[in-house]
């Protein structure tokens, strides 16, 4: 009796920068960032980036980003929809725990954003993780205390304030569905 069974590929940072396309590697697995998100998805997105870029100003020490590398392993790179650093980034990639981060649900990704990505954020230290599901118009904030992530808050048309060290963001929910 023969006891094959399927091994599955185990990717590094080293097989992430020879692949064409986007795609993001979770201790060591690979997944396809395509199709390129819906239209209201990029919709929502840019309306989260336009609010805490435009709050941000005020706060010499914290930036908003578009998806950008964070390298948390070898073999774990993410690009998260948007995010919130609290230093300056150096080199192609950031390498640290962002502040905070917003993901954008969309049906191929759903599964991945809210466990994959909830352990690893949790894990990770990022202070604050927001799950937007636009087709609900709605977002769930999970805020880190004592290493875990605890519900803050089901946000509709709400206000939340995200405390980031010196820096704080009034956050209006109801600007980014519309």
Known sequence: ???????KPHY??????????RWEIIEGEAYAMSPAPLP???K????????LDETLDECPGCSAYLPIDWKI????VVQP??????????????SKAPSLIFEVVSPSTAAKDEHLKYALYEKEGVDYYVIVYPDEKMAKIFQLSEGRYIKALDAQKENFTFKLGDCVIDFDFSKIWN
Not at 84 to 92: A, Q, R
């Open 81 to 94: 929809d948007n995010l919130v650093l609290c230093y300056e980034p150096e080199g192609s990639y950031i």
């Open 73 to 76: 392993a070898e073999d774990t």
């Open 12 to 21: 590094t940072y080293r097989d992430y920068q020879n692949w064409e396309g």
């Open 1 to 7: 009796m023969s006891l094959a069974y399927e091994l």
């Open 40 to 42: 209201k998805h990029q």
């Open 44 to 51: 929502v997105s840019n309306k989260i980036a336009r609010q």
